[in-house]
């Protein structure tokens, strides 16, 4: 850390076409664009999540971002409404407030300190801001882009953290020549991966980047909670790690009420981004049936189900399986994250144990 601060200090006496490598934080995190230079001259610099959103690499959805001149505090707002119900929280995590309330204060809370340079001691939720001039941050580890843009552009680090993630640095070279909405669609990036991070095993910034385009192209995440049936099985592993939904889906093309699929909230502790019909189903007369035949132990039906492609527009590229097997009289269901942006805990089964709710 003193080898940082000794760094930041160092550079701020250097010409303003000097650059320094700022090295030691590699937690990843940060905000990245695409800069595009005339030799030594930028020509442009544009957040990568909305460079990724115009190159169409969701090809589910046209995110095609809706630029505005409104100041970024007002764009951050709007933002926030889009995104703040992409996941679930419990009344525990959330101290009994409802879950999008406490998201959306969460995300007000580092955005702001982004906004104002707000340098609220370590230790609090909102990460001390250190806007640098003079300096080129490392690339962090954590982007596994798809795509990069072919030069003469190429991919920088705007923002970057110490290995506590306590500390945001901050290439203002760089940001300062971001338009009003790249730089509220930057500040939404770190303040929604601060959050993800601290409520889900987070590998990586793709699904933050897919979920700050959707947002910024004026889409809301359509919330998991409202969108399935208040009458459905709830599957939860003993570590609390992974929780599905079984419930009945609506059959647009033949009108059969009973089919039933998942939807899951959380699997091997990554989070699901908003609310991804199913795709693969079981028929059941009912709800009650399906847990009878299929999931309780006194069942002696075979039960598989996957999903892939999710639909959500952060988990499109998912895969989840739901699997269960009797043995010795004993029924064990099973959720397998298959695959996931990043590879996080790819592979990671966990048992689940399953009870009717209304």
């Known amino acids: 850390m003193r ?13 303003a076409l000097a650059f320094t490598f700022l090295h030691g934080t590699n937690s990843g995190g940060g905000g ?23 190159k169409h690499l969701n090809p589910y959805l046209d995110l095609t971002p809706v630029y505005s001149q409104a100041p970024s505090e007002e764009q951050i707002k709007l933002g926030i409404e889009r995104i703040k119900r992409s996941f679930l929280l419990t009344t525990v995590e959330t101290h009994g407030r ?62 970057t953290f ?13 940001i300062d020549l971001l338009g009003p909405t790249d730089q509220a669609a930057l500040i939404l990036h770190e303040a929604f991966y601060k959050v993800l991070r601290s409520y889900s095993d987070e590998g990586s910034s793709i699904r933050v980047r897919r979920a ?12 998991i909670e409202n969108s399935i049936p208040r009458e459905r099985i709830e599957c939860l592993s003993a570590s609390g790690r ?16 009973e089919l039933f699929g998942f939807t899951a909230e959380m ?35 075979p039960f598989a189900l996957h999903e892939r492609p999710w639909h959500s527009p952060a988990d499109y ?20 994250l298959k695959t996931s942006p990043g590879k996080t805990h790819e592979g990671t089964k966990e048992e689940v144990f399953c009870k009717v709710k209304n």
């Open 98 to 159: 409802a879950s999008d309330v406490y998201i959306s204060g969460l995300l007000q809370s580092v955005s702001d300190a982004f906004v104002y340079k707000n340098n609220i001691r370590p230790g609090f939720f909102s990460p001390v801001i250190n806007p640098l001039r003079g300096v080129q941050l490392n690339l962090s580890r954590d982007a596994f882009e798809i795509a990069i843009p072919a030069p003469p552009c190429a991919i920088e680090q705007a923002v």
């Open 317 to 336: 590229d998912m895969n989840v399986s739901l699997e269960s097997s009797t043995t010795q009289g004993h029924r064990q269901v099973y959720v397998t």
């Open 32 to 54: 990245l664009v695409v800069v595009c230079r005339n030799g030594n001259q930028i020509e442009s610099v544009e957040l990568l999540d909305l460079w990724e959103a115009k």
């Open 162 to 174: 110490d290995d506590a993630g306590e500390i945001a640095y901050l290439n203002m070279d760089l």
């Open 242 to 257: 992974t929780k599905i939904y079984i419930h009945s889906v609506e059959d647009q093309l033949h009108d059969r009420p």
């Open 3 to 15: 080898v940082l601060i000794y760094l930041s200090l160092l550079t701020s006496s250097l010409p």
């Open 212 to 223: 700050v385009g959707y947002a910024m192209s004026g889409r809301e995440f359509r919330p």
């Open 267 to 301: 699997v091997s502790g990554v989070r699901m981004l908003g609310y991804s019909r199913p795709s693969e189903f079981v028929n059941a007369s009912s709800l009650h049936d399906f847990y009878t035949s299929w999931l309780s132990p006194e069942g002696n039906r």
